[in-house]
């Protein structure tokens, strides 16, 4: 069955950065990275805060880290004891990933004997601005303990300070740190409060950013002494009365007491694993691997809101800008969308409420229609820079295209309403803005085409596909193919929205809809699509891909001069070569399956799969998804580990020089779930219900899970040689 508990007992430094992924606990509102209590801001403890960004000068904008409330470290008989200044006897963390709490154990043999340090912490999924711990210490001899206690302001910050000011203040019994942002002066106000069953002495100093209780007492051999400690995180954007809200509740959490709290928040854990748990018999690892996943996506969805989306790195930090990309409309919906509808909505609400920044690009690009950002913060801003790659020959910035040309952003847009539609059976979202942002984005890719006078077809020019290694190519399969998608969903979507009057109506004072209903369908029509090669099946991935050099991966790494060198791009060893950086053509025929033949898609994994580095983390699940529709389990179970696994391994790539790029992968754990449930179990719906269409890796005994569709909740069983799907009546949430 798995034990949802995941562990290490070394205590490495290089292993500081993984770690704080690989352990993060969060919900939705915050992510606390992995880090020990005692850290500073050198081993990047972040409490990092959603949706919420701030610019230093020309570098680049990026989510904020709230004040540390969690600073703790402790001093026995006069002497520090801390990671990782001081090597301990023993050393042990632990996350129990079915409750989102994180847990350490640390001894450290001190001139009189051991002095032991236990604690436990977690994110409240009950209540999203709390955060509470227990902190326990334990010796083998009598001595005076000191614990070190409060809010550390001097957070980490790739490109930082965010904070202007940081006032440091006491209340009794609370302590505050607010820091004031320098781009938009938001207040981010982190409270604390503590209880314990003992007597100690307590003074309060603070020193620079840090505001720091000393609670002071002799410590009797052999007897545990537990602090509990309640934090509360609230910011100007929340409400104007943050102080107020952020005492009121850590004061609320104390007379409430740890135990109650944790209770309500390991309930609400329960909660989602009612639905969302995927059961595996025959392979603990895959299902460890696979929960795990599931345990990332829902620790960083935006319950608290009802328009956000979710960044690329989720709340492990600042990497990648915390921005949102494509990967959360393909890639991380699903789960949403089959276990918590509710939260795919607020994802879809994000890219509603923005549709005025992509308008807005779309204009500056001389085009008409909604052109999404590639890297979307705050309001829709495109937060993706010219110059994404530093060239480590000349130390210069490189100009790449990614925000100019990666087009098919909003076709990922569309493809995610449209299958909230789909799975939802509601136009609720189509209403409150969705069917405008549709047909936005069909106008956008009809400004886009491109028509030869000599040919009676359209084509899309000067693009980057999903393989970001070759830059403005024409005809990429991918693109033309989504924006055909959505030229066919916004006809769908005006047919729909003609059942709303008033809307309709609405829309009729801004849009001649007829007209552009005949427009889009003349585009759907005529829309070039690179079809299969007919001697070997193979579809293009652009014009000129079958000419380029067809060089192995190996090979063509042996050409690097430098091992930090960008393949890709203008002067990139891969760009004049069939190396991919991941999953194009293979990701298209994946959401299209249907409309090609197994040959095909066989003939096309085949041809791919050796030519693709996996350099994203969102390749292997695309490839080992196709490999299930080809009927290849086997193929494909190394896939989706390698998709599942993505932040339980070590090896991920953490810098780039000296640029720390680490971070959680949650597209790579919303492509090991759709792997699974749309692989292995090769869910899909056809006529209007669902359908299983099951291909277990050999492993694998059975599978068992849950999809909300259309209302119901249904119930899906799979073994060997069966599979049942039981509807359970009406899902209540
Ligand atoms: C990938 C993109 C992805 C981005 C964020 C890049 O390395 O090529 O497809 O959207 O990372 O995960």
Request: include cysteine; charge should be negative; charged fraction near 25%.
């Amino acid at each position: 069955m798995g034990k949802w508990i995941i562990e290490d007992k070394e205590c490495l430094a290089e292993k500081i950065t993984s770690d704080g992924n690989k352990y993060l606990v969060g919900n939705g509102y915050m992510g606390i990275r992995g880090t020990l209590q005692e850290y500073k801001k050198e081993e990047f403890p972040a409490i990092n805060l959603a949706g919420l960004y701030d610019q230093v000068g020309d570098a680049w904008r990026e989510p904020l880290n709230a004040p540390n409330g969690l600073y703790t470290y402790i001093e026995f008989e006069g002497k520090q004891y801390r990671l990782p200044q001081h090597l301990p006897s023993s050393h042990h963390i632990a996350l129990d990933y079915r409750h989102g709490i994180f847990y350490r154990d640390t001894s450290w043999e001190t001139e009189v004997g051991k002095i032991r340090v236990k604690a436990e912490r977690f994110a409240s999924l009950d209540e999203c601005h709390l955060i509470a711990m227990k902190y326990s210490i334990c010796s083998d001899a009598d001595g005076r303990v000191r614990i070190y206690t409060g809010i550390d302001g001097e957070v980490w910050d790739i490109n930082g300070p965010h904070y202007d000011e940081m006032w440091l203040s006491e209340t009794k019994p609370i302590i505050y740190g607010v820091g004031i942002t320098h781009e938009c002066k938001y207040k981010i106000c982190v409270s604390e409060t503590y209880d314990v069953d003992f007597n100690l002495d307590e003074d309060i100093i603070i020193e620079g950013r840090k505001i720091v209780r000393v609670l002071s007492f002799e410590a009797k051999a052999g007897i545990s002494y537990d602090l509990y400690k309640y934090i509360g995180v609230y910011t100007s954007k929340d409400t104007s009365d943050y102080l107020n809200e952020a005492s009121r509740l850590i004061l609320e959490a104390k007379s409430n007491g740890y135990d109650y709290i944790l209770r309500k928040h390991k309930n609400k854990w329960e909660e989602k694993w009612k639905v969302s748990q995927v059961t595996i018999e025959g392979d603990d690892i895959s299902m460890e691997a696979l929960n795990y996943s599931i345990y990332h996506l829902h620790s960083i969805a935006p319950r608290h809101a009802d328009s956000l989306s979710i960044p690329a790195r989720g709340l492990s930090g600042q990497t990648y800008k915390g921005a949102v990309f494509w990967d959360t409309e393909m890639f991380m919906l699903d789960l949403f969308l089959f276990t918590e509808p509710d939260v795919a909505k607020t994802l879809l609400k994000y890219r509603i409420d923005t549709l005025d920044g992509a308008k807005k690009k779309a204009k500056d690009y001389g085009y008409c229609g909604a052109f999404y950002p590639w890297e979307s913060q705050e309001g829709g801003y495109d937060a993706c820079s010219d110059y994404n790659v530093v060239d480590v020959f000349t130390g210069r910035p490189m100009r790449t295209y990614f925000k100019d040309k990666q087009v098919h952003i909003s076709s990922a847009v569309v493809y995610g309403i449209m299958r909230y539609v789909d799975y939802t059976g509601n136009y609720d979202l189509l209403i409150e803005g969705g069917g405008q942002v549709i047909i936005e984005c069909a106008r956008f890719y009809y400004d886009l085409l491109i028509k030869k006078v000599h040919l009676d077809r359209y084509e899309l020019h000067d693009v980057i596909g999903p393989d970001e290694y070759h830059e403005r190519v024409n005809n990429n399969a991918y693109t033309n193919k989504m924006a055909k998608y959505t030229f066919q969903s916004a006809i769908s979507v005006i047919d729909i929205l003609s059942q709303f009057d008033a809307l309709y109506e609405e829309l009729s004072q801004q849009y001649d809809l007829l007209w552009l209903k005949q427009i889009f369908q003349d585009a759907a029509v005529k829309i070039y699509i690179p079809e299969p090669d007919e001697k070997n099946q193979v579809i293009e991935q652009f014009d000129g891909y079958f000419g380029l050099e067809d060089v192995s991966i190996e090979e063509l790494k042996k050409r690097m001069l430098h091992e930090k060198e960008y393949l890709g791009g203008a002067y990139g060893i891969a760009s004049h070569s069939k190396v991919i950086k991941q999953a194009d053509v293979v990701t298209m025929l994946n959401l299209f399956s249907d409309e090609y033949s197994m040959e095909v898609l066989l003939k096309n994994w085949e041809y791919y799969e050796p030519r693709t580095e996996h350099g994203s983390s969102l390749s292997a699940c695309m490839y080992s998804m196709l490999a299930c529709k080809c009927q290849m389990p086997e193929k494909a179970y190394p896939l989706f580990l390698k998709s599942a696994r993505a932040d339980l391994r070590e090896s991920t790539k953490q810098w780039a020089g000296l640029i720390y790029i680490g971070g959680t992968h949650p597209a790579a754990a919303g492509g090991a779930y759709m792997t699974a449930i749309e692989g292995f179990a090769g869910l899909r719906i056809k006529d209007g219900k669902l359908n299983v269409n099951p291909n277990l890796p050999s492993k694998w005994n059975s599978m068992a899970f849950k999809i909300i569709y259309h209302g119901d909740l249904y119930e899906i069983n799979i073994e060997k040689n069966s599979a049942k799907i039981n509807n359970l009546g009406r899902y209540k949430g």
